[in-house]
């Protein structure tokens, strides 16, 4: 009750006032519920309470090979996460050097395992072994301990330790066990098991293994009966149906000549089909429960990609969830240590990140803007590729050389090569060709039409006789030569194309 002073021997008592905002008025020493009456929260867990057991029967369940393999599959998506201290600052802090360290030293593949245990048993305290390093008080070890060893108080929902000297719990120190929790509530702080959700699918599954193999053992092998002559005594016949016992094993059995056995083969188109449907429903129950999806778990479900892409974002939405309680963990020792060394000032903060695939969309267009003059910032690469500013520098990009590439240069020097030999075979070709050769052998063909007309006496004569003396005229010599000159010509024409 609140008190004001007057003097050293005199004060004033004030009622509190009941419709206080800032007062709590629905607690459980308010309501009308028998659990005021107890001084621990009993688990409301309706598997359990109807069972009579604890969080131990759920451990049974872990050896499901579905359950397995779906609580492997979501841990993988965490187990696979990077981690620091204060990332993406530029300048980290002292304390921060401290924590990195520190946690440098815990083996957090394992502490991550046991804190994703929370999910499956609804909570998962870890304790925290403290040691004192100078002026400093460390954390030196963290390990989960089993949820049935703990309870919650039924005044205020702290956690209990179950000891042999008070089974109904006794508190804990504080800064000493660290819970993750899955889907806690005021009204449930033990939090919300999945094993529970899967714990009678896997029943139904176990059974309806158990009644497959028994169809199969019935129908899958043929039927043994044996026969005994009429009077045989009880002892001769039970003596009989431990030999055919046997024989499922062996196939080998020693009976009296006067006793027959025979093999009968069922001729029913048995189907065990009803049974497999029963374990494959049950399995995707329990993936569906485990990963909110079946299928990347269910072997032969088919599914468009569409579906598949949909199917493993729900996944990736609950390892989100996850990993943002892992880290919440982790967080609050940072905040313990900073309590304890540090005093309120402000600490660094534990992140978890999956490393980003390389999108070669995204490197080819900064590729691109790059070579145009582009110039990005380390905030860019670090927000857009994942990357830690300790991780890379920023350089100058090389200058353009002003002569071209070698390779280059030397295909331009072979082809300017090749166009001077062109050029030089036309020349040859050219000079070969003489002028006073070709008038020479012009004048060797015209000679005789020259002779023809200068001793003619009329056009007609001149005509008449030139039609004779044609056959008389050597041609090869310059048909040869008019070869020559068309093969130049056309040398020449290629060689102007090229250039």
Known sequence: MAKLWLNSNNYIEFKPNKNSLSNEIATRHTALDFVSFLSFLPDPDPILRRQGKDVRIYRELLYDDQVTACIGSRK?????????IDRQKKA?????????????????RKIKEEILDAPYFGFQPLEVIWEKNGDYIFPSKVQGKPPEW??????????????????????????????????????????RRLLSSVFWPCVFKKNGMKFLITFCEKYGMPFMYGKQPRGADKTETDNLMSMLENMVQDAIAVIPDDSSIEFLKSDAKADGGIYKTLIDICDAQISKVILGQTLTTQQGEKGSFSLGKVHN?????????????????????????????????DM???SSWAPKEVETELAAR???LAETGVKFTKVYYIKNYGL???????????????????????????????????????????????PEELQKMAEGLLKPIIDLIQNGE????????LAETYPEMNSDSLLKMLERAYFVSELYGRVKKIE
């Open 92 to 108: 980290k802090s002292s304390q921060a050097k401290i924590i990195q360290k520190i946690f440098e030293g815990f083996d957090i």
């Open 313 to 345: 974002e729900v996944r990736q939405d609950i390892i989100d969830s996850d990993q943002a309680m892992f880290d919440s963990v982790m967080n609050t020792l940072i905040r313990w240590i900073g309590e304890l060394n540090f005093g309120n000032s």
């Open 76 to 84: 993988a998506g965490v187990q696979n996460l990077s981690w620091s």
């Open 366 to 368: 900064d590729k691109t």
């Open 348 to 350: 660094p903060v534990f």
């Open 458 to 465: 009329n056009y007609t004569d001149i005509l008449t006789n």
């Open 388 to 434: 830690e500013e300790e991780d890379f520098d920023l350089t100058e990009p090389a200058p353009k050389p002003l002569m071209q590439p070698a390779a280059f240069a030397e295909a331009e020097n072979t082809f300017a090569t090749k166009l001077k030999q062109a050029q030089n075979v036309v020349d040859n070709a050219a000079e070969e060709i003489k």
């Open 150 to 191: 703990f309870c919650f108080s039924a005044e205020d929902n702290s956690l209990l330790f179950r000891s042999k000297q008070n089974c109904n719990g006794e508190p804990v120190p504080e800064r000493k066990f660290l819970i993750a929790s899955h889907g806690d509530s005021y009204d449930n702080p033990y939090g």
